[in-house]
């Protein structure tokens, strides 16, 4: 099955400050997704990333505040800006298998804000 | 609006009591049922999916059910391993993306 790396496993940062997660998978992959875990709550979608062009919002989250890069069929990183303690939660980077028959996650990023 | 509904939010279990967890679904042309399991402080481990009703997997003590309305992923004789957040999805309409329940936390003593 495909491997999928994601850094930092965690962070501490400053209010107001950014914070930049990488996601690398060993294989292409056509959409990469990323997801935030708030405390004691399931998944939500925050965007979908494709090659080549902008990435997807979901409603409730725009490009100001969490600016995704795709620059290869391996590698997305996002970007959550002008942290606020609300920020506080797990963000978590996906792919599906090519016939969505499977849906591989990297190890997560907890992120404090303080 | 496509809802996953997991039931109960918390589940404690005896070591080799068996049970069973519940998920239910509102989407329409479900294109497959996702079962994960995530440990505190990692990412959600992907355990089976499922695609028509009547279906069913099997790995280890877990066996996943699916139903025109909702899954099943039952746990036998479990062991205090078997401890962690359960989570169950299913793709959105788009088949873009997966739409997950709040999960079922299980938690097995000794």
């Known amino acids: 099955s495909a491997v999928i790396s994601q850094k930092p496993s965690r962070d501490i940062c400053q209010r107001g400050t950014s914070l930049t997660i990488q996601c690398q998978v060993d294989s292409q992959v056509t959409m990469m997704f990323w997801y935030r875990q708030q405390p004691g709550q399931s998944l939500t979608l925050i965007a979908t990333?494709?090659?080549?062009?902008?990435?997807?919002?979901e409603s409730g989250f725009v490009i100001d505040k969490f600016p995704i890069s795709r620059p290869n069929l391996t590698f997305s990183t996002l970007t959550v800006s002008n942290l606020s303690p609300e920020d506080s939660s797990i963000y978590l980077c996906?792919?599906?298998?090519?016939?969505?028959?499977?849906?591989?996650f990297g190890q997560g990023t907890r992120l404090t804000v303080v | 609006e496509d809802q996953v509904t997991q039931s109960p939010e918390a589940l404690r279990l005896q070591e080799g009591e068996s049970s069973s967890l519940n998920c239910s679904y509102t989407?329409?042309?479900?294109?497959?049922l996702f079962w994960y399991r995530q440990d505190p402080g990692k990412g959600p481990e992907f355990l089976f999916t499922l695609y028509s009703a009547g279906e069913e997997k099997e790995k280890e003590r877990l066996k996943a059910t699916l139903t025109k309305k909702e899954s099943f992923l039952h746990i036998t004789a479990p062991k205090p391993e078997d401890s962690a957040t359960y989570l169950c999805a299913v793709p959105n309409q788009a088949g873009t993306a997966l739409i997950f329940g709040k999960g079922t936390t299980l938690s097995v003593s000794s």
């Open positions: 989407v329409s042309g479900l294109r497959g």
């Open positions: 996906s792919f599906l298998t090519g016939r969505h028959t499977e849906a591989f």
């Open positions: 990333a494709n090659q080549g062009s902008e990435a997807t919002y």
